[in-house]
């Protein structure tokens, strides 16, 4: 015999057995094979029994060296033979049983897959076909078929569907041919295209005669039909026909008939093939309605029930969980409106944006839900080929929302107006032309008195620019910083137009809050002695003991549930409702609150009154007379800038748009940082389950349902519902509070709505609410049920924070994170697609958590994040003036008026010259300049508590502070949106009209102003007017790009709700340029590594800091926010964003913990030794400094390559979430359902962050 001419691979011996039996099979292809049948018949045969009973044989024919796949292939084409034909799928059928991954790519590459779709329209025009042909044909393409991505298109264009079709009918009974029809079958349907042309041919209506009730007989045939059946229901236009065909029921009854008879589990794939079933069914609105006429919420819901004790039956339990949320009726939040019930007048409505479009709403119009989104879902199946969808897909990996324009990325000073008119902000600048001549510098007790003197009579007034709106005459400018401390003084903002109010003296402004009354008995009375800001309090005295009037009132005030403000001078000062009739701007609302058998109330302004008559509450009375003095330990020497009764007056100089007549007890209190650590919440196992089955059972079991509202701010004179006592009393009327309405939904169960931020219908995440009436020991479930976010951290460990007044009065104030069985999920409310920006079809979701009470009679509070308010700003930097030395420069000046009428102040830090002369004057004029803001967003309070750490640190004695001082000048705007803090969620917009613009609003704001807009988003083009805090920063760092004075280090302090520790993001031309895989030479890419320095620093000191989590990438969307607009337009190079999580840390020292406001201003504090040690860095000729950074840079670049690319997050300014969780088999997407064949509980991979690159998340600012 000759040597074959096939290759063969080198180390394959080429007298193999099998080589020399493939070359004579190649020397016959053709018409030698026709000719000489019975030799094809005897090779083929062979070259089987060797493959068959010798392993190497296969591997010799599908070595990569062999050409032995071609020879197969072509014999298998050009034979005639029957036999032949047989053997020679006999060859490829053990070849591609082994190692079947590679082979059949490989078999799918020499066009194997064609071959076969020919041979099998050749065989089914036969008649009759050989049964024997078409079982090993179809069996070969069920192999072939889920490893060629053109397989769907290849069986189309070949007319292959319908042979297999005709097949399976013409064999319903023939169980050994059936099966790999239907495993044929099942891979056609995976392309929409083919499951539309099957469903024609009525192949789902044959799939329902071959699928049938419990059977132990052939049960793999009943599963591969029932996956073909999922697959062909995937198109809504085979669901419609199931559904038009009554086979909703059928499948219902089917499971039920497999649940109750598979006792011992052993099909559990043939009843999550049933589930699959439904659940691509009830993908349409005719398939839901079905499936609840046919009852399916129940018969789901038991067997679910019945399967929960079984860990390997989670893959039913979460099938059929989906199912049932996705087909649970949608609800309308119970609210009339989403509009809110008081009044604000704008000075007038932006042109464009979505302000504008909620005054162009026509009056009447059904905000909360709409009949648009009851819509049938437009069909989705199209007759184009979407076979290569996944291939376009991958190839659009690039993020289109990065900044590709190079004009764009490389900043240029644009200071962008005239410096005529920035001269104004030149009174905000005294310490850079202050000659401190007549300043005594000597040490001594008239130093300090000069130095108070000095820094009050340099404060300036709000300031006032032409483009500015003018104050009107009742906002008079405050003259000095004292007057600025003591909101006493201050000027009221002027009420809306529609409240009926009396003028007041000149002396006295509107609704000012002087006194508040704090009651022992009927009989006596006394004011608190509040001292006066005005006053240069030293240190010593702050924490002298107090007098005996001083502590009998301070008892007192401990024993209150909510200290009621009062108006002196001005108690007849209306309020407005919705329907504008006048109301008492003084609420009095309190649950009785029993401390050792006594019982104690609040007295209001009416002269005693029962505050009781007017929201159905019981007050009651002390019948003794004397009531107990309670001892309330001192707290001064652990919250040394924290004073009640100071608290108490700035509330007072506050104008909140509700005006707030309370004020709520952790602001009054305090807080005090828990000594022991708050670990992340380990998640329990089927938590998210359990909750959604018990939502669930609102439905199957409505008798349970009390649906009891107990707190309604839709009822603005009475929010609180008078009950019998079996129900926990709300409250959120104090400043930042923020919930809108509660229903008792089980004995022990509420459903809670929120405010949307002020002026929009969305964001709502931000809450801060008041609970008594609870019962010791009771575990009580809170579902606040109208989120948005698609996830949370509270899927991830992090915890609510809870503040019992019992434990403060016992000596412990403080905060604690609490709460069990916490999770978050998608609910059955519907947002109507005026509140979700126009698409429908869109739920809230569910954040839940339960938790016990410890105290009889406690009053507790409940708080997204640590409450930092308004009015404890203002008390904290009047403490903090009162720790200044000699040896500090502090100017407290008014930047300007907010829309609602409150300051925003302005700080400026430094130290004082040595001496007044001209090196030292020089010096101190000449220090860099370092310029920081916090706390745009309101519901990030987490930012204002690492802006204390920054300020209590600069205002130290510590040698690190004095050196911090003396080498920078610091410009600190510690609150840039008070409006937004103090209002709570101030909403929405009533009625517009060419000559009244009416704002609605009800009570913090979580991400807007009073303008319904993100304050972070204007500073492109701040609008004086409407932005008017964003307007005079950004005009102030014009200024300063004007003089070249711009500050070396620009820094935003934010918050972030969905990633742990905190990191920064600044701007950087060349990484947005690796990231966006733009063209660029290597001018474009030439930049200053120092951006990268700040960080670095904070890396290596700062426990809770993360170099892994920031990112220096410019993107599309945040052009308008402060760090992209200060490096672009002012030339900052250093313009950062530094992010504090609200959760916890993943890396680090903190790592496994949740965040405090230890930690928070701990980083604050970092922040300022970080400087410190730059200005040190910076100032050093060597530059390996440099050289670490751009090996930084180099290692970022090679991660980023290999990463995969972030994600455009269109409505939330935050990237998707990036730990690992597998959230979709409990959640109701129906774009993204991927099957679960393991009941694989919800986990978090905490490290998973630590693997993505700088660059790698979305940004947020």
């Given at each position: 015999m000759n040597k074959p001419k096939m290759a063969t691979e080198k180390g394959v011996p080429s007298n193999s057995r099998v080589l020399m039996l493939l070359g004579q099979l190649e020397r016959m292809n053709g018409e030698a094979m026709m000719r000489d049948v019975e030799t094809a018949r005897q090779v083929t045969a062979k070259i089987f029994h060797l493959i068959q009973t010798q392993e190497k044989s296969g591997k010799e024919v599908m070595s990569k060296g062999s050409s032995g796949m071609e020879v197969i292939l072509a014999s298998l084409e050009s034979t005639r033979d029957v036999q032949t034909t047989l053997n020679i799928l006999y060859i490829l059928s053990e070849l591609l049983t082994v190692g079947r991954g590679r082979r059949v790519g490989v078999f799918v590459s020499k066009g194997g897959t064609g071959i076969l779709f020919q041979i099998l329209i050749t065989t089914s025009k036969e008649l009759p076909p050989s049964e024997e042909l078409m079982l090993q044909l179809h069996s070969l393409l069920a192999k072939v078929g889920p490893k060629d991505r053109k397989f769907g298109v290849k069986a189309r264009l070949s007319g292959a569907l319908n042979a297999t079709v005709n097949l399976t009918k013409q064999n319903l009974q023939n169980t050994k041919l059936l099966l790999p029809c239907l495993q044929v079958l099942r891979v056609y349907s995976t392309n929409s295209v083919n499951a539309i042309s099957l469903g024609k041919n009525g192949v789902v209506e044959l799939m329902f005669k071959i699928v049938v009730p419990f059977s132990k007989k052939n049960t793999s045939l009943l599963k591969v039909a029932l996956d073909a059946l999922g697959a062909l229901l995937k198109s809504k236009t085979n669901a419609r026909r199931a559904v038009d065909a009554g086979h909703v029921h059928v499948l219902l009854a089917l499971y039920q008939d497999w649940h109750h008879n598979d006792t011992r589990h052993r099909h559990m794939l043939i009843r999550k093939g049933l589930l699959v079933c439904l659940r691509n069914i009830t993908n349409i609105k005719l398939g839901r309605k079905a499936f609840i006429d046919a009852d399916g919420m129940r018969i789901l819901y038991y067997s679910s029930t019945e399967c929960l004790p079984v860990r390997t039956l989670d893959p039913l339990v979460n099938t059929s969980s989906l199912i049932m949320r996705k087909c649970f009726p949608k609800n309308r939040l119970p609210l009339p409106t989403i509009k809110s019930a008081f009044h604000y007048q704008l000075p007038h409505v932006p042109a464009v944006g979505p302000v504008a479009q909620l005054y162009s709403q026509p009056l009447g119009v059904d905000d909360v839900v709409d009949e648009s989104d009851d819509n049938e879902e437009t069909d989705a199946d199209t007759e184009n080929d979407t076979d290569n969808e996944e291939d376009e897909k991958d190839q659009h990996t690039a993020n289109e929302d990065i900044e590709t324009d190079l004009n764009k990325l490389h900043p240029k000073k644009n200071p962008g107006r005239p410096f005529e008119e920035l001269k104004v902000y030149e009174r905000f600048f005294l310490e850079l032309s202050e000659d401190f001549q007549g300043y005594n510098f000597e040490p001594s007790k008239s130093a300090s008195t000069t130095s108070s003197s000095f820094s009050s009579t340099r404060a300036t007034r709000p300031i006032i620019v032409p483009t500015a709106q003018a104050l009107s005459p009742k906002h008079v400018p405050i003259t000095s910083c004292q007057e600025d401390c003591n909101p006493t003084k201050a000027e009221r903002a002027p009420p809306s137009p529609s409240v009926p109010t009396p003028a007041p003296p000149a002396s006295l402004t509107p609704l000012e809050l002087d006194t508040i009354h704090l009651t022992k008995d009927q009989d006596r009375k006394e004011e608190a002695r509040i001292p006066s800001p005005d006053t240069h309090t030293t240190l010593s005295s702050l924490t002298r003991p107090p007098s005996q009037a001083q502590t009998i009132e301070q008892d007192l005030a401990h024993v209150l549930e909510c200290v009621s403000l009062e108006a002196e001078g001005a108690l007849n000062t209306e309020g407005v409702k919705q329907d504008g009739s006048p109301v008492n701007a003084t609420r009095?609302?309190?649950?009785?609150?029993?401390?050792?058998?006594?019982?104690?109330?609040?007295?209001?302004?009416?002269?005693?009154?029962?505050?009781?008559?007017?929201?159905?509450?019981?007050?009651?009375?002390?019948?003794?007379?004397?009531?107990?003095?309670?001892?309330?330990?001192?707290?001064?020497?652990?919250?040394?800038?924290?004073?009640?009764?100071?608290?108490?007056?700035?509330?007072?100089?506050?104008?909140?748009?509700?005006?707030?007549?309370?004020?709520?007890?952790?602001?009054?209190?305090?807080h005090i940082a828990p000594t022991f650590r708050e670990p992340l919440q380990e998640r329990v196992y089927g938590v998210q389950r359990s909750k959604i089955f018990q939502d669930i059972e609102r439905l199957i079991h409505p008798n349970d349902i009390v649906d009891k509202v107990v707190y309604d701010l839709d009822i603005p004179s009475c929010p609180v519902i008078e009950d019998n006592g079996e129900s926990l009393k709300f409250n959120s009327q104090f400043e930042s509070g923020n919930l809108r309405k509660a229903v008792q939904m089980r004995k022990y169960e509420y459903d809670l709505v929120l405010n949307s931020d002020i002026n929009s219908n969305h964001y709502h995440q931000w809450f801060y609410f008041e609970v008594s009436g609870m019962r010791v020991g009771t575990t009580y479930r809170f579902n606040i049920i109208n989120s948005e976010k698609s996830n949370s951290q509270f899927n991830y460990g992090m915890q609510v924070l809870m503040y019992s007044v019992q434990e403060a009065i016992s000596g412990r104030p403080r905060w604690v994170r609490t709460g069990t069985d916490i999770c978050y999920y998608k609910n059955h409310f519907a947002r109507s697609s005026i509140a979700a920006g126009g698409q429908k079809g869109k739920s809230y979701y569910t954040m839940t958590f339960s938790t016990s009470f410890s105290h009889k009679d406690d009053v507790c509070y409940f708080a997204y994040h640590y409450p930092y308010t308004y009015s404890t700003l203002?008390?904290?930097?009047?403490?903090?003036?009162?720790?200044?030395?000699?040896?500090?420069?502090?100017?407290?000046?008014?930047?300007?008026?907010?829309?609602?009428?409150?300051?925003?102040?302005?700080?400026?830090?430094t130290a004082m010259p040595e001496s007044n002369s001209n090196d030292h004057i020089c010096q101190f004029r000449n220090r860099p300049l370092i310029f920081l803001s916090a706390r745009v967003h309101p519901g990030e309070t987490n930012a204002s508590w690492v802006m204390k750490g920054t300020l209590e640190f600069l205002m130290g004695t510590s040698p690190l502070a004095a050196s911090l001082r003396e080498a920078y000048i610091f410009k600190i705007v510690p609150m840039l949106n008070p409006d937004g803090v103090v209002n709570g969620k101030v909403l929405q917009l009533l009625l517009c009209s060419p000559s009244l613009c009416i704002l609605l609003l009800f009570c913090c704001s979580h991400r807007c102003s009073l303008s319904g807009e993100d304050l972070n988003r204007q500073w492109q083009n701040p609008n004086p007017e409407l932005h008017p805090t964003i307007y005079h920063t950004k005009s102030l760092l014009q200024y300063l790009a004007h003089i070249q004075?711009?500050?070396?280090?620009?820094?935003?302090?934010?918050?972030?709700?969905?990633?742990?520790?905190?990191?920064?993001?600044?701007?950087?031309?060349?990484?947005?340029?690796?990231?966006s895989n733009i063209s660029a030479t290597s001018s474009d890419l030439h930049e200053d590594l120092g951006y990268r320095a700040l960080p670095k620093i904070l890396s290596q000191i700062a426990p809770a800091f993360s170099m892994a989590s920031c990112s220096f990438v410019v993107e599309r969307s945040k052009e308008s926010t402060a760090r992209v607009v200060v490096w672009r337009e002012i030339g900052v190079q250093r313009s950062y964003t530094m992010e504090s999580t609200l959760c916890g840390c993943d890396q680090g020292k903190y790592k496994g913990l949740q965040i405090g406001t230890r930690e928070l201003e701990e980083m604050g504090a970092q922040f300022c030794v970080a400087l410190l040690r730059l200005k040190r860095l910076t100032g050093i000729r060597n530059h390996q400094h440099l050289l670490d950074l751009e090996s930084d840079i180099i290692g970022t670049q090679s991660k980023v390559v290999s990463s995969s690319p972030t994600t455009y997050v269109v409505e939330e300014d935050e990237p998707s979430f990036l730990e690992e969780i597998d959230y979709s088999a409990e959640s109701n997407d129906e774009d993204a359902e991927p099957e679960i064949e393991h009941g694989i509980e919800v986990q978090e991979n905490a490290n998973h962050l630590d693997r993505l690159s700088d660059c790698e998340t979305n940004h947020k600012d």
């Open positions: 009095h609302i309190q649950s009785p609150l029993l401390l050792g058998g006594i019982a104690t109330r609040r007295v209001g302004g009416g002269g005693g009154s029962n505050w009781g008559s007017d929201c159905g509450s019981e007050g009651t009375e002390d019948e003794g007379g004397e009531g107990a003095v309670l001892e309330v330990p001192d707290t001064a020497l652990l919250l040394p800038l924290h004073d009640p009764d100071l608290y108490v007056e700035m509330v007072k100089g506050t104008h909140s748009v509700p005006q707030y007549a309370e004020v709520a007890y952790p602001d009054y209190f305090g203002k008390m904290h930097l009047s403490k903090l003036e009162a720790l200044r030395t000699p040896q500090i420069y502090l100017r407290r000046d008014v930047l300007c008026e907010t829309l609602g009428g409150n300051s925003c102040p302005l700080l400026t830090i004075r711009a500050p070396l280090v620009f820094c935003d302090y934010h918050g972030h709700s969905r990633k742990k520790n905190v990191f920064m993001y600044g701007c950087s031309v060349k990484e947005t340029v690796w990231q």
